[in-house]
Nanobody, 129 residues
Framework: QVQLVESGGGLVQAGGSLRLSCTASGRTFSSYPMGWFRQAPGKERAFVAVISWSISSTYYADSVKGRFTISRDNAKNTVYLQMNNLKPEDTAVYYC??????????????????????WGQGTQVTVSS
């Protein structure tokens, strides 16, 4: 059974930083893209970032570009999201997701949730002003 478990969320002041982790178990996703999404209260789920298996390709939502960095450690089956200069509008539940689709689709396609077959349970990030 595949499981994605996020950790690292919490409460932080605006301008602060957090690093989220997502560890996969049950199978390895080292050959597939993994991404982060978020859902704020009353809003739809939104794409944050995705990284290819080879780490050579990343893609970010415009709202986080330059502030967030996605990375992965394939040996640990773990993907990270380093979040710097956090803003109150970054407050949301953050979900990691794993895809079994090849990157040949084009990494920008992985901004769509339908590209992913596995999701974590989410971790809350709250940014106070």
């Amino acid at each position: 059974q595949v499981q994605l478990v996020e950790s690292g969320g919490g409460l932080v002041q605006a301008g602060g930083s957090l690093r989220l982790s997502c560890t996969a178990s049950g199978r390895t996703f080292s050959s597939y893209p993994m991404g982060w999404f978020r859902q704020a209260p009353g809003k739809e789920r939104a794409f944050v970032a995705v990284i290819s298996w080879s780490i050579s390709s990343t893609y970010y939502a415009d709202s986080v570009k330059g502030r967030f960095t996605i990375s992965r450690d394939n040996a640990k089956n773990t993907v990270y999201l380093q979040m710097n200069n956090l803003k109150p509008e970054d407050t949301a539940v953050y979900y990691c997701a794993a895809s079994e689709r090849p990157i040949s689709f084009g990494i920008s396609y992985f901004q769509f949730g339908e590209m992913y077959g596995y999701w974590g349970q989410g971790t809350q990030v709250t940014v106070s002003s």
